[in-house]
């Protein structure tokens, strides 16, 4: 590794790309088509990394299988941040085992770590927790301890875990300081501050306010029934009685809550969770059945009783029932929320991480641009879409751990 190599890796370490790039921007051997295409990434301009990095990979070739896989992470990290959510998943297994049998474990590392952000941005946090247990006990470098806290801050958001959130957060912003990298250090600020932002609106005995992270966990009780639309589940203390899937069921369950503890009419039940205009026989008998089916579910925690207009939710030993709503009371929130990162998304990473199809997931968006609350940029296959009032930012995607050469 010759000198200039080595100077323009120590300045991508601690973020400096233009500095690495006056170093090595007119060579175009492997190391250094490798080092430009990181800094381009941490400049912001994905397609040139991406492109950089591909033509190093290749340039490397089967000789060199540990520099080829290092590429490899590095173009699927340049990949998650473009919100390419299907490519990195593919790529990053052959790497990650490439780069633990030549003895990179930081690196490795690394790679799982891409790989639980993966996961957590396509809801599965779990799959995600796994991923980041692979080397939790591991010697890292400061910029991969932090990014690691993240993951699992971002873990424990998804799972409404505010004390573990916190904590993680806690070692995150440790970490990046220690780093010195400033991208990290803003991402880590970032992150804490949702804590403090309004996480799910409280709906009790009809009225709502918005609560925090901490005061939605701080709700649980032996005495509290919580019909929880953030995790599509009804609880009580340690109990919980899962609907995610069973939408019908938790929509029926969610206006039961909401008017407790009064009833609800057949005819607002079947209009909201059938979506039907003109009711008929059919649909008091549909809604019949899914009554029963509804009861027997929730039979451990709670009952769903008959009146003369309607249904009632009677909690079995709490004495109080609430709603957990989701903090936006908008129709196609969850791809807002997936736009609030501030990163722009393709329509078919946004129907992967939803797990909807692409037509309904483009239906959303054309309605959202409609409304004046997203804008799209590019055309085609290029099109990107993102919240209009966010302004663009590095983040910790962007390749903070400092690429090693043999």
């Known amino acids: 590794m010759d000198a200039l190599i080595a100077a323009a890796g120590r300045a991508l370490a601690t973020g400096d790309a233009l ?9 175009d051997d492997p190391p250094a088509l490798a080092l430009r295409g990181i800094a381009m990434a941490q400049l912001g301009e994905l397609a040139r990394a991406k492109t950089l990095l591909r033509n190093a990979a290749r340039a490397f070739g089967g000789g060199e299988p540990l520099a080829r896989a290092r590429c490899v992470v590095a173009e699927a990290e340049v990949a998650l941040a473009a919100r390419d959510l299907s490519g990195p998943r593919k790529s990053l297994d052959a790497a990650c085992a490439a780069l633990e049998a ?20 396509m809801g599965q946090p779990d799959d995600a927790q796994r991923a980041l247990a692979a080397d939790a006990s591991a ?25 573990q959130a916190r904590d993680a957060l806690r070692r995150a912003e440790q970490a990046a300081r220690e780093s010195g990298i400033a991208a990290l ?26 609560v925090t992270l901490e005061q939605a966990q701080a709700l649980s009780s032996p005495h509290r029934l919580i019909v929880d639309a ?28 909401e008017a407790w503890p009064g009833d609800v009419p057949r ?48 909690p079995a030993l709490a004495s109080e029932v609430v709603v957990l709503a989701r903090p936006v009371d908008e129709k196609h929130a969850a791809v807002l929320a997936l ?27 054309d309605a959202l641009a409609g409304a004046g609350k997203i804008q799209s940029v590019g055309a085609g296959r290029a099109r990107r879409w993102m919240l209009p009032s966010v302004i663009g930012f590095a983040t910790t995607l962007l390749l903070p751990t400092p690429w090693t050469n043999d």
């Open 19 to 27: 500095g690495a790039l006056n170093r090595i921007a007119l060579r």
């Open 102 to 121: 030549h003895g990179d474990r930081i690196n490795a590392a690394h790679a799982r770590y891409l790989q639980a952000r993966c996961l957590l941005l």
């Open 139 to 163: 010697p890292l470098p400061a910029s991969l301890r932090a990014s690691r806290a993240l993951v699992a801050a971002g873990i424990a958001l998804r799972r409404l875990q505010a004390a």
């Open 185 to 210: 250090i803003a991402e880590v600020e970032r992150a804490a501050h949702s804590l403090a932002a309004p996480a799910a609106r409280l709906i009790a005995q009809g009225e709502t306010r918005p």
């Open 230 to 257: 953030c995790l599509y589940a009804v609880r009580v203390a340690d109990t919980s009685v899962s609907l995610a899937s069973r939408p019908v069921l938790f929509s029926l369950a969610s206006l039961l809550g």
């Open 267 to 314: 005819q607002t039940l079947i209009a909201s969770a059938f979506r039907a205009r003109a009711i008929d026989e059919s649909h008091r008998a549909r809604l019949r059945v899914e009554i029963g089916r509804l009861r027997a579910l929730l039979r451990p925690i709670a009952d769903v009783t008959a009146t003369k207009r309607g249904f009632a939710l009677m």
């Open 339 to 365: 736009l609030g990162d501030g990163e722009s998304w393709s329509s078919s990473a946004l129907a992967l991480a939803l797990g909807s199809s692409q037509r309904s997931v483009q239906r959303a968006l």
